[in-house]
């Protein structure tokens, strides 16, 4: 019933930029929280970024200075603004959110966008 899609990965320079977008969709009563992970290949998947439905955002360390997560409620949006990219952080990106529609309250994930940084 609950598709999360992202999108926006690709092929970096060291240092540069990119921003990632996952859109919610189907019978979408309200959103709580929505997150992004990320897992490298023979790495276990690890928590990047989160904000709530307050707007409360909280970012792990290796991310933090550098990624921005905000999200557009009116579109069931949640982006990642990420900037000063380096090859550590080459990943498969996840979105994951807290969704309540009308049979039931649960936590979804997207299918992932690559991210290469790379020269």
């Known amino acids: 019933q609950v598709q999360l899609v992202e999108s926006g990965g690709g092929l970096v320079q060291p240092g540069g930029s990119l921003r990632l977008s996952c859109a919610a969709s189907g019978s979408i009563l309200s959103i709580n929280f929505m997150n992004w992970y990320r897992q490298a290949p023979g790495k276990e998947r690890e928590f990047v970024a989160v904000i709530t439905s307050e707007s409360g955002t909280n970012y792990a360390d290796s991310v933090k200075g550098r990624f921005t997560i905000s999200r557009d409620n009116a579109k069931n949006t949640v982006y990642l603004q990420m900037n000063s990219l380096k090859s550590e952080d080459t990943a498969v990106y996840y979105c994951?959110?807290?969704?309540?529609?009308?049979?039931?309250?649960?936590?979804?994930w997207g299918q992932g966008t690559q991210v290469t940084v790379s020269s």
């Open positions: 994951n959110a807290g969704i309540r529609t009308v049979t039931n309250v649960n936590s979804y």
